[in-house]
C-alpha cells in the first residue's frame, strides 16, 4: 500500500506563511487526485485542496486567495503553500490520495498520511 508522508507543519505568527509537503512512496500518476484535509482540535476533517492528475485544482471557500496546491511528479510530492494564515486554520493536515467515484460522482479518499501539526499563534 501506498505510504503517504507530510511534513513542514510547526508554529506560525498571525498573518505568516508555511510550505507543506506530502511525499509518496510511488508514483502519484496512479491516483486520479490528491487532496489536503485538517482537523482541528474537537472539530471534524474539512476538506482543504485537491489537484488532479491533470493539474485542476479545487480549493474550499475558507483558504481560496491564502492557500495554493500543487505538485511534483518527478519528486512524487504534492504542496500546500499557505499565507495569510489564521487562528482558524491551526489544525493537524493530511495528505491523501484519491480516486473519482460515479457512484457518489465526487473524489473519495483512499490512503492518508499520519498528518503534520500546524499552529497559528493568536
Known amino acids: 500500500q501506498v505510504q503517504l508522508v507530510e511534513s513542514g507543519g510547526g508554529l506560525v505568527q498571525t498573518g505568516g506563511s508555511l510550505r507543506l509537503s506530502c511525499a509518496a512512496s510511488?508514483?502519484?500518476?496512479?491516483?486520479?487526485?490528491m487532496g489536503w484535509y485538517r482537523q482541528a482540535l474537537g472539530k471534524p476533517r474539512e476538506f482543504v485542496a485537491r489537484?488532479?492528475?491533470?493539474?485542476?485544482?479545487n480549493l474550499a471557500d475558507s483558504v481560496k486567495g491564502r492557500f495554493t496546491i500543487s505538485r511534483d511528479n518527478a519528486r512524487n510530492t504534492v504542496y500546500l503553500e499557505m499565507s495569510s494564515l489564521n487562528s482558524e486554520d491551526t489544525a493537524v493536515y493530511s495528505c491523501?490520495?484519491?480516486?473519482?467515484?460515479?457512484?457518489?460522482?465526487?473524489?473519495?479518499?483512499?490512503?492518508w498520511g499520519q498528518g503534520t501539526q500546524v499552529t497559528v499563534s493568536s
Open positions: 491523501a490520495t484519491m480516486m473519482y467515484s460515479d457512484v457518489f460522482s465526487d473524489y473519495v479518499t483512499r490512503n
Open positions: 510511488g508514483s502519484i500518476f496512479s491516483y486520479d487526485a
Open positions: 489537484i488532479t492528475s491533470g493539474g485542476y485544482t
